[in-house]
């Protein structure tokens, strides 16, 4: 599994100390003492020494492929001063390499039409090491415009990260767009003015209808993100689907007169995500939040990832480790949380599921439920939520004094689910207050240990 995976195993006995002494603090007449040492303890390790328990076993890929290294074994080898593909001359289950033998440094890429299929993918990678694409502009340093059914990897032999993104002044290290089917792993990026990856179709600005999920049947679906390093970027680490499920009236269309936003009854509303799996993946020193995903209606999971140091700009709103965004149902299970705003917020649809993350060193709340309700009857045939939220397992750590740990917003207009909230078995240690919860929301809440 690569890099990622190796660190991940190296701090399985770590991650379950963390818990453990959490749970001895119960029977001691010291818990708050040693509580506190122990925090600061983990506050002097560094931050590459976290993990968040086994990982995922060997398999987990979209597009398993045997004996996967960086060998020049390639049906097509990308010449280095090629920046554009028009990939509709690539055969459905090509392999395309770039060589790191005829340069391991390379300008921007873009992709367009990479399109393999279900039994055939295209497997775009690195062969004979190592290859960086460095963007010094405001292009992403790999792009792809549109596809399906394709998988770019940078695995190599030896275990490291083969693709290397550095893109300082792009709002994007890896951008994806009208794709389905794909998956991205085992790539580094080591820096971006805004997102490390950004996958998504905005409502377009010529014509309100495309990209419209009422006119225009575009869905990101099938999508596997896993093993990647992102480091140093100004936005997010990853994001994935748009945050305007809701619907939006002062962007896009709305912002060229030329485009009659009145043929959209003065809204747009942006495309589903289905069927998103990230994981595995390892993110610190992220300006805004380590991952959000919106608009991901179904089957979607976050988890096995480590994210450190995250909202290090402490935006508002901008400022989480997990952002469940608009529109969203999620598993979000197995992470490791260390150092920044707001551990996890819930703002989707309902039917989400935290169980059996740790979340520490957060300097604001450790968990936010702020659901929004569908607005389309096409959405969730006429309801409002899927379902209501469970919040099972996690352990959450502040060593300052912060708001409440777990906590909910109350708008009186908009409706919240009221059956099925479910807050059991959490361990929590924190110097502010535990839990502000409404009646609205009708929680249960069962077993939880405070100290």
């Known amino acids: 599994?690569?890099?990622?995976?190796?660190?991940?195993?190296?701090?399985?006995?770590?991650?379950?100390?963390?818990?453990?002494?959490?749970?001895?603090?119960?029977?001691?007449?010291?818990?708050?003492?040693?509580?506190?040492q122990s925090i600061h303890a983990l506050n002097q390790t560094h931050l590459n020494d976290f993990g968040p328990g086994p990982t995922l076993p060997q398999g987990q890929e979209l597009f398993p492929i045997n004996n996967l290294n960086d060998s020049c074994v390639c049906?097509?080898?990308?010449?280095?001063?090629?920046?554009?593909?028009?990939?509709?001359?690539?055969?459905?289950?090509?392999?395309?390499?770039f060589d790191a033998q005829v340069a391991d440094v390379r300008q921007p890429m873009t992709f367009e039409h990479l399109n393999g299929t279900q039994h055939h993918p295209i497997i775009v990678k690195n062969c004979n090491g190592s290859v960086k694409f460095l963007s010094t502009g405001s292009q992403a340093a790999i792009k792809v415009i549109?596809?399906?059914?394709?998988?770019?990897?940078?695995?190599?032999?030896?275990?490291?990260?083969?693709?290397?993104?550095?893109?300082?002044s792009s709002p994007h290290a890896l951008a994806i767009g009208k794709a389905h089917h794909y998956e991205l792993d085992n790539i580094h990026i080591q820096s971006s003015s805004f997102a490390g990856i950004m996958a998504k179709v905005d409502p377009s600005s010529q014509d309100c209808r495309i990209n419209d999920r009422r006119y225009d049947s575009y869905v990101m679906d099938t999508v596997y993100v896993h093993d990647n390093l992102v480091e140093n970027v100004a936005g997010e680490g990853f994001y994935f689907g748009n945050s305007f499920f809701t619907g939006v009236s002062d962007q896009y269309c709305a912002r060229n007169?030329?485009?009659?936003?009145?043929?959209?009854?003065?809204?747009?509303?942006?495309?589903?995500?289905?069927?998103?799996?990230?994981?595995?993946n390892h993110i610190e020193n992220?300006?805004?939040?380590?991952?959000?995903?919106?608009?991901?209606?179904?089957?979607?999971?976050?988890?096995?990832?480590?994210?450190?140091?995250?909202?290090?700009?402490?935006?508002?709103?901008?400022?989480?480790?997990?952002?469940?965004?608009?529109?969203?149902?999620?598993?979000?299970?197995?992470?490791?949380?260390?150092?920044?705003?707001?551990?996890?917020?819930?703002?989707?649809?309902?039917?989400?599921?935290?169980?059996?993350?740790?979340?520490?060193?957060?300097?604001?709340?450790?968990?936010?439920?702020?659901?929004?309700?569908?607005?389309?009857?096409?959405?969730?045939?006429?309801?409002?939520?899927?379902?209501?939220f469970s919040i099972i397992d996690n352990t959450l750590v502040s060593n300052i004094n912060t708001g409440p740990a777990i906590r909910d917003v109350n708008i009186p207009s908009n409706p919240v689910p009221t059956d099925e909230n479910l807050?059991?078995?959490?361990?929590?240690?924190?110097?502010?207050?535990?839990?502000?919860?409404?009646?609205?929301?009708?929680?249960?809440e069962i077993n939880n240990h405070t100290f």
Not at 76 to 95: E, L
Not at 155 to 167: E, N, Y
Not at 310 to 321: D, G, P
Request: hydrophobic letters at 35%; proline letters at 3%; aromatic letters at 8%.
């Open 1 to 36: 599994m690569g890099l990622i995976s190796a660190v991940f195993w190296g701090n399985v006995l770590q991650h379950y100390w963390i818990k453990l002494s959490l749970i001895l603090t119960v029977i001691s007449f010291q818990a708050c003492t040693l509580e506190n």
């Open 75 to 97: 049906d097509y080898t990308i010449d280095p001063q090629i920046q554009f593909m028009d990939a509709q001359t690539i055969n459905p289950g090509s392999t395309v390499c």
């Open 146 to 168: 549109s596809g399906s059914y394709f998988r770019l990897t940078g695995i190599q032999s030896t275990g490291s990260l083969g693709i290397v993104l550095d893109a300082p």
């Open 257 to 280: 007169s030329a485009c009659d936003l009145s043929r959209c009854e003065g809204i747009q509303y942006p495309h589903l995500v289905k069927n998103i799996h990230i994981f595995n």
């Open 286 to 388: 992220t300006g805004w939040d380590g991952i959000q995903v919106g608009s991901a209606v179904d089957n979607c999971s976050i988890s096995h990832n480590t994210i450190n140091n995250w909202s290090t700009q402490n935006r508002s709103s901008q400022n989480h480790a997990i952002q469940v965004g608009d529109g969203s149902s999620c598993t979000v299970e197995n992470n490791l949380l260390d150092g920044g705003g707001i551990g996890i917020h819930l703002a989707g649809i309902g039917d989400s599921l935290l169980k059996n993350n740790t979340i520490q060193n957060f300097n604001e709340y450790g968990i936010i439920v702020n659901p929004r309700p569908a607005p389309l009857d096409s959405d969730l045939n006429g309801s409002f939520y899927k379902g209501g």
């Open 423 to 444: 807050i059991e078995n959490n361990t929590i240690t924190s110097l502010g207050s535990v839990f502000q919860l409404n009646a609205r929301y009708n929680w249960q």
